[in-house]
C-alpha cells in the first residue's frame, strides 16, 4: 500500500523554540495533505487541510500563525509549531490521499510526539 | 458538519472470540467509511474501507457492514489473537473531506 513518511518520530525542545515536522508521499502525488493532533488516550483532531502550491485550511480554534503549515510540493507537507509551550505536547499525525481518484484512501504517517518543556 | 459516534469505548474479548464495535454518522452525504486500527505509539493503520455503494466487505478475519439507511457500519474482528489488541478508529467523509473520526475503541484481547 502508499507510504506516508513523517520525521522526526519523537522530539524535545524548550519553551518558546520552534519545531519542523516532515510529512512525505513517498510513492504516490498528494494534493491535499492533512495535519491531526492526538492527546493521550484521545482520537484524532483535525487541525488543518495542506493544499500543495495554496494556502492551508484550519479547523476552528487552530491558530494559523502558531501552526504553519507548508505545502511546497506534491510530496511534502511541513508543520512547524512556533514559540512551542508545554501545552502543545502531543502525538500529531499528518495523513496524505492519493490525489488522482475521488475518496481515496487515507493513508497516515508514522506521527511525531513533541514534548515541549 | 459531520458527527460520528462510536461503540463501545473499550472492549475485552477472549482469544478466539468475535469482537464487534458499532459507528454511526450523522451526515447523509458521507460515502466513505474506513477502519483504523492504532497501536500505541504509532499512527493510524487502514485496515479494511466500505464505500455507500456496498453493503458489506469481507478480509479474511475483519469484516465491515453498512447501513446507508440507518447511518451505521460495523467493524467484525473474528477469531480474535492477542495481536488484534489495539485501538480502532471509524470514520467517515464525503468524496476527497477530511475524515471525521470516533472517539475510538480499545480492543484487549486475552489469551
Known amino acids: 500500500g502508499a507510504v506516508v513518511s513523517q520525521h522526526p518520530s519523537w522530539v524535545i525542545c524548550k519553551s518558546g523554540t520552534s519545531v519542523k515536522i516532515e510529512c512525505r508521499s513517498l510513492d504516490f502525488q498528494a494534493t491535499t495533505m492533512f495535519w491531526y493532533r492526538q492527546f493521550p488516550k484521545q482520537s484524532l483532531m483535525l487541525m488543518a487541510t495542506?493544499?500543495?502550491?495554496?494556502?492551508?485550511?484550519?479547523e476552528q480554534g487552530v491558530e494559523k500563525d502558531k501552526f504553519l503549515i507548508n505545502h511546497a510540493s506534491l510530496t511534502l507537507s511541513t508543520l512547524t509549531v512556533t514559540s512551542a509551550h508545554p501545552e502543545d505536547s502531543s502525538f500529531y499525525i499528518c495523513s496524505a490521499r492519493d490525489g488522482r481518484g475521488l475518496n481515496t484512501e487515507a493513508f497516515f504517517g508514522q506521527g511525531t510526539r513533541l514534548t515541549v518543556v | 458538519g459531520e458527527n460520528v459516534e462510536q461503540h463501545p469505548s473499550t472492549l475485552s474479548v477472549q482469544e478466539g472470540d468475535s469482537a464487534v464495535i458499532k459507528c454511526t454518522y450523522s451526515?447523509?452525504?458521507?460515502?466513505?467509511f474506513p477502519w483504523y486500527k492504532q497501536e500505541l505509539g504509532k499512527g493510524p493503520q487502514l485496515i479494511i474501507d466500505i464505500r455507500s455503494n456496498v453493503g458489506e466487505k469481507k478480509d479474511q478475519r475483519i469484516a465491515v457492514t453498512l447501513n446507508k439507511t440507518a447511518k451505521h457500519f460495523s467493524l467484525h474482528i473474528t477469531e480474535t489473537q492477542p495481536e488484534d489488541s489495539a485501538v480502532y478508529f471509524c470514520a467517515a467523509s464525503e468524496r476527497n473531506t477530511p475524515l471525521v473520526f470516533g472517539k475510538g475503541t480499545r480492543l484487549s484481547v486475552i489469551a
Open positions: 451526515d447523509s452525504a458521507s460515502n466513505y
Open positions: 495542506s493544499n500543495e502550491g495554496s494556502k492551508a485550511t484550519y
